[in-house]
């Protein structure tokens, strides 16, 4: 594992920084080197300066085995990337954590998903039948559902989204100082390819993207989360506050969630009447340069690609390992080249807190939720500022 952080570099005065700033070529200065205006202090730490440890498919509570003995026959090589679970939200943050990926569905009338039909087949291959996936009547409500797979992998450790929404809540109320915690808002929508009937999933359009922001804000409370409009300030457009101000300080974003918005293709719909994010609760997974970009995914990028956009001051996820493939092999190659990348949100289906049985695992030295980012220098940041 490499160390907390890189060995502090040279600063350039505050006066070559503001001669940056005026031929626009500020870049990642204003991040990594920038000086108190007058008397030479360091900036504070920004949320974007450190590493933080994220979970795949967070939610995941892996197949009963009926489902698994079905999806063995049918799909091995499937049944082999589903084949790993994570223990309740709560416990991962409590391990470390601080990213965590709901996959979800829209459920506008209730009951879409309440009979999956991967249960059917495990009755018609004879086998006993599973325990039930989720409480009969909380599928039957309407709203938003977490889960893998519709049909196939619908198991889940919180139910509706709801649920995990005010697990998140409870944890981050319980531990007011800690580290921003990011919650990943993957919309699912594409149809599954399965050997036997399955439904089709609700498309997420704008009126669905306002629904999705409604629950956010009936679980959060305002100050609770931070949103795209604080990060904007009083510039035109999200990229330029990013690019010219940066992400807010460590420390006022501590206490705080951060909601990010995935797929790119609901992008559209999630800015239909709000410029730039204005009034929105996400932030969308942007591509850079655009006028909503201060997140984006580079989930199989090259560290040389990424360091680059950390270094301008982009909010970067990426996987360190996937389909369980690097975890089998102890492969560690992919989890440093990510690691030296500076990408801040690293997923994984193995943190620190849930080894693989060869000891493959993704964490930072201490036991610590965070290190300081290897693309920064680290003149303000410490083994103060990586407490949980």
């Given amino acids: 594992m490499t160390d907390l952080c890189p060995s502090p570099g040279m600063r350039p005065s505050s006066r070559h920084l503001r001669r940056r700033f005026r031929t626009g070529a500020l870049g990642a200065l204003l991040y990594v080197l920038a000086a108190g205006t007058n008397a030479g202090t360091a900036a504070p730490l920004r949320l974007n300066q450190l590493q933080y440890v994220g979970s795949h498919n967070s939610y995941h509570a892996g197949l009963?085995?009926?489902?698994?003995?079905?999806?063995?026959?049918?799909?091995?090589?499937?049944?082999?990337?589903l084949d790993y679970r994570h223990p309740p939200l709560a416990r991962q943050f409590d391990d470390g954590v601080r990213q965590i990926e709901l996959d979800i569905y829209a459920d506008a009338a209730g009951g879409r998903y309440a009979h999956p039909a991967i249960a059917a087949?495990?009755?018609?291959?004879?086998?006993?039948?599973?325990?039930?996936?989720?409480?009969?009547?909380?599928m039957k409500r309407p709203g938003f559902k977490v889960m893998h797979m519709q049909d196939l992998d619908q198991r889940s450790t919180c139910q509706p989204r709801v649920a995990c929404l005010r697990e998140v809540r409870a944890w981050s109320k319980a531990h007011p100082r800690h580290l921003p915690l990011f919650v990943l808002l993957e919309t699912e929508q594409s149809p599954q390819h399965l050997p036997f009937p399955a439904v089709s999933p609700e498309p997420f359009d704008a009126k669905t993207l306002?629904?999705?922001?409604?629950?956010?804000?009936?679980?959060?409370?305002?100050?609770?989360?931070?949103?795209?409009?604080?990060?904007?300030?009083?510039?035109?457009?999200?990229?330029?506050?990013?690019?010219?101000?940066?992400?807010?300080?460590?420390?006022?974003?501590?206490?705080?969630?951060?909601?990010?918005?995935?797929?790119?293709?609901?992008?559209?719909?999630?800015?239909?009447?709000?410029?730039?994010?204005?009034?929105?609760?996400?932030?969308?997974?942007?591509?850079?340069?655009?006028?909503?970009?201060?997140?984006?995914?580079l989930n199989d990028g090259d560290a040389d690609s990424i360091a680059r956009l950390v270094r301008q001051g982009y909010l970067v996820r990426t996987?360190?390992?996937?389909?369980?493939?690097?975890?089998?092999?102890?492969?560690?190659?992919?989890?440093?080249?990510?690691?030296?990348?500076?990408?801040?949100?690293?997923?994984?289906?193995?943190?620190a807190g849930e080894p693989a049985a060869n000891g493959y695992a993704v964490g930072f030295p201490d036991h610590h939720p965070a290190r300081c980012n290897p693309q920064f220098a680290p003149s303000r940041c410490g083994a103060a500022d990586l407490s949980p």
């Fill in 210 to 297: 306002d629904a999705l922001d409604a629950t956010l804000r009936s679980v959060f409370a305002r100050e609770e989360y931070l949103a795209p409009d604080d990060v904007r300030g009083g510039f035109a457009t999200l990229n330029a506050a990013i690019l010219a101000q940066g992400w807010p300080t460590l420390e006022s974003a501590r206490g705080k969630v951060i909601f990010l918005l995935d797929q790119r293709v609901v992008g559209p719909a999630y800015l239909q009447g709000h410029p730039s994010l204005r009034g929105r609760v996400m932030f969308t997974n942007a591509v850079p340069g655009t006028d909503d970009a201060a997140f984006t995914e």
């Fill in 121 to 138: 087949q495990v009755a018609k291959a004879g086998l006993p039948p599973d325990p039930p996936f989720a409480a009969a009547d909380v």
């Fill in 64 to 81: 009963a085995p009926g489902e698994a003995a079905v999806l063995k026959t049918f799909d091995p090589a499937l049944f082999a990337a």
């Fill in 319 to 351: 996987r360190t390992d996937a389909d369980l493939k690097e975890a089998r092999r102890n492969d560690t190659a992919r989890r440093d080249a990510m690691l030296a990348s500076g990408a801040q949100l690293l997923s994984t289906d193995f943190p």
